[in-house]
């Protein structure tokens, strides 16, 4: 399951490259070629690629991964370098303890249990527009709902096939006194690598697998800064996963301490 996982991320990264192809600069292309000129290599079209993938995905097994694997590590004897602040007393005795000790594998497989939208908690009535305008020179629409949110629809043809997401709201850094700012740190760390609502991180990433939903936390100066970047046939459901992060918000012990050990 995790390997199919991987393989659809990855096939649907070379779906978008497609998607968006037409728009990409020359500058970029040109240092491609290069690049594979001086090796002796090749190139090719996002598309080219993706049908390649597509031909030998189903090849991608555990048994030809686990192959592959130990024909990698075969044949060379290991070799360690261990870099420390402050001599360690019998340090190299302790790393060739560590480096010949036997790797048992883990016992309990990652739960796989399928995961879906309709398992997010039910939202509330959604709002209902009060107010339209728009921006001529700029080709903006500016949407004011009933709840007091602002949408800002601004089309950029040279980003087909491409949507930027962002929700900004309360008052970014300028919220934290100076006594507290070194805080102001852990959003971005915790905000979006605990989940959100019954699913911790690891089901969050099956929910989005094989999609483009790309959800981020930032801190500007006057506000925060959630969103990312999605395509057309997921902008429904990056709305609904990122309308989830701010109402129904999920905070997990792991990542609070990972972020404390940063």
Known sequence: ?????????????????????????????ADEVLSAVNI?????????????????????????????TRRRFAGTPPRVML???????DGDKLLATALTAPVVAQQGAQ????????????LGAPS???????IDR???????????????????????????VQARFGN?????????????????????SSGVGPFDKDALDRLTSGRLLDVGFDMADDAFVLGGTTRAADLSDMLLLMTHQLANPRFDAAPVNRA???
Request: no cysteine; hydrophobic share 40%.
């Open 1 to 29: 399951a995790e390997i199919d996982r991987e393989a659809g991320e990855y096939f649907a990264a070379l779906q978008v490259q497609g998607e968006t192809e037409r728009t990409r600069s020359a500058a970029p292309l």
């Open 40 to 68: 002796r290599e090749t190139v090719a079209t996002a598309q080219v690629a993706s049908e390649v993938f597509g031909g030998i995905r189903g090849k991608i097994t555990p048994a030809r991964i686990l192959d592959s």
């Open 83 to 89: 870099m420390t602040p402050t001599p360690i007393p």
């Open 111 to 122: 739960d796989q249990t399928p995961v879906s939208f309709d398992q997010l908690p039910k």
């Open 128 to 134: 209902t527009v009060t107010a339209e305008s728009k």
């Open 138 to 164: 700029y080709d903006t629409d500016i949407i004011t709902f009933s709840n007091g949110t602002k949408a800002i629809l601004f089309l950029n043809p040279a980003e087909a096939g491409r949507i930027y």
């Open 172 to 192: 970014g850094r300028k919220a934290f006194s100076p006594a507290k700012s070194a805080s102001a740190m852990f959003g971005p760390m915790l905000m979006t």
């Open 260 to 262: 404390r050990a940063a």
